[in-house]
């Protein structure tokens, strides 16, 4: 069931944007095949994985390579997206 907040942060033409945690600590060189997602890590030895997500087919391409990889998913977050952070995914994934 979606609830309506999730239902506001959709917007067909930008994708939403999603916090993605997982246990352990994931290099920054799987950004790219992660769909350009910034790969960061928190303080206890998990790696955050945000970004703008265009579509849910994108989603679950996203999750099944973080199954892929053997990672054990703990959280999936979307986020409100500005223009600024718009801008950012559109220069880096052009």
Do not use: F
Request: proline share 2%.
């Amino acid at each position: 069931m979606v609830d309506k907040k999730t239902c506001s942060l959709i917007d067909s033409e930008a994708g939403i944007e999603y916090e993605i945690k997982v246990k352990g600590l994931l290099k920054e060189h799987w950004s790219e095949w992660m769909g350009g997602l910034n790969i960061t890590h928190d303080s206890q030895g998990n790696s955050l994985l945000i970004g703008v997500v265009p579509d849910q087919a994108a989603l679950h391409g996203i999750l099944a390579q973080i199954r892929d990889l053997g990672l054990t998913l703990i959280s999936i977050t979307p986020q409100d997206i500005d223009d600024e952070k718009l801008d950012e995914y559109t220069e880096r994934n052009s």
